[in-house]
């Protein structure tokens, strides 16, 4: 929630700052959206959550050719921001945002009432939130694209010029395929980031992190062997994701093909790593032999190691609530009891977490319902028939496949068995996580 207001207060700074932005007469700035409101009162346009999604485009549409006929207009003084020198540029801002400051205001208020909800236990009221809705429409700046806080993140695309959740304009001369910075700040991100950040940037991302990572997990180790196997599948996934990210960062193929690969060499090496018969202690030796070691390795594959180790040095004396029917702490209409001295993962280990997204991501996997469960024990391997699914060591019937016709399974495939939850006011149905075999 916090966060999300944040970032509706990061978007109206860079709204306000744009360099196409309106100033008439030399002397009154707008925003394109300020005009646009003030066009669709005057038109009597009023758009709210029950107005129709083409007559929105009709309205915005039809406001888009009087605004780009006005700027047309010889006779009316009309230049956008990024035509003026600096010192008139701020003072144009200025007047910006002290245009804006009951927006800011708004988003203020509504930051300090999600900041104190956990002490109040009282929800943000409706009618603040509404008036934040306009922000989901307006493109986050520049710097959350570096920042990893855009759908980039799941695309895998580390190109600003293919980013679709950042604002960016009119192409840059000839160049079809660049968009110049849209506002003020833009200028700056990425001289800030590629030049005078760069060095502490791959620093984060290399050595001294991971250093001081195993270091944290290098507890009680002196016994650890170095193990030949998790080394030799280090540097194979090291050399593979390295080829597979120079590849993306010269478009060199499909995208989705290529984020497809990356996620079959994530499953691989979490495999490879599952088959190996290695004790924390050695892998955290093996760690410190490699000495350059990806952080993201250690985080993604051998978490399970990073947690035990730092419970073991006493650091995890975390204190959490959970949701509990008899408990007596009441917050947003539910009761929770408070649990000290909580495990680093109370609720669900990480690797299965790990190992069911990648299943899904590959398709080697999925999630199923079972109905009619009747308290049989779940074994490791399971078959398909009839629309049922059945013990392989025994040929018992564990019930049936809910919404079996939008799977991907057939009769005699044999299922095996990641982890399973049985749910149900009865405890008549399970939750399940399959891997094809």
């Known amino acids: 929630m916090i966060g999300s207001i944040a970032v509706s207060n990061s978007k109206l700074c860079a709204e306000i700052t ?69 010192p008139s540029q701020r003072d144009f801002l200025k007047q910006l945002f002290y245009k804006h400051k009951e927006d800011f205001f708004n988003i203020l208020y509504a930051s300090q009432l999600a900041i104190d909800m956990p002490k109040s236990l009282t929800p943000i009221p409706e009618e603040v939130m509404e008036k934040l809705e306009k922000y989901k429409y307006i493109k986050k700046p520049v710097f959350m694209h570096y920042l ?42 990425k001289y800030i980031v590629e030049v005078l950040l760069i060095d502490d940037i791959k620093t984060m991302k290399g050595q001294e992190n991971s250093s001081k990572l195993i270091k944290l997990m290098d507890y009680n180790c002196d016994d650890g062997e170095v193990n030949e196997e998790l080394q030799y599948i280090y540097e194979l996934y090291k050399e593979k994701r390295n080829e597979l990210l120079e590849a993306k960062k010269k478009d060199d193929g499909n995208v989705s093909d290529n984020n497809m690969k990356l996620n079959l060499l994530d499953k691989s090496t979490l495999d490879a790593i599952e088959s190996i018969d290695i004790s924390n202690e050695g892998a955290v030796a093996t760690l410190k032999d490699i000495k350059s070691v990806a952080v ?66 590959t398709g080697q996997g999925d999630e199923i319902r079972i109905g009619g469960y009747k308290g049989l024990e779940i074994t490791d391997e399971m078959y398909v028939d009839n629309k049922h699914l059945f013990r392989t060591v025994d040929n018992t019937d564990i019930g049936y496949i809910f919404d079996y016709e939008k799977k991907d399974l057939a009769d005699g495939q044999v299922l095996k068995v990641i982890d399973y939850t049985i749910t149900g006011k009865n405890n008549n149905s399970v939750t399940m996580i399959y891997e094809n075999i």
């Open 18 to 86: 744009r360099l196409d932005n309106i100033i008439m007469d030399h002397k009154n700035a707008y925003t394109y959206n300020q005009l646009k409101n003030f066009y669709f009162e005057h038109k009597g346009y009023e758009i709210n959550e029950d107005t129709e999604k083409e007559q929105k485009k009709v309205w915005n549409k039809e406001f888009k050719d009087k605004f780009n006929e006005m700027k047309t207009d010889k006779e009316r003084d009309i230049l956008e921001l990024e035509r003026f020198n600096n």
């Open 148 to 189: 990893d806080k855009c759908s980039c993140k799941d695309n895998g695309n580390k190109n600003i010029e293919n980013c679709k959740d950042v604002l960016r304009w009119i192409k840059n001369g000839e160049e079809k395929n660049v968009r110049k910075e849209s506002n003020v700040m833009d200028k700056l991100c």
């Open 296 to 361: 993201r390795f250690i985080l993604t594959f051998l978490w399970n190691v990073l947690k035990t180790k730092v419970e073991e040095r006493n650091m995890a004396d975390l204190v959490t609530y959970k949701e509990d029917a008899e408990g007596t702490i009441d917050w947003m209409f539910k009761k929770y009891s408070k649990i000290e001295n909580t495990d680093v993962i109370a609720e669900e280990d990480e690797m299965k977490k790990l190992k069911k997204k990648l299943l899904k991501k």
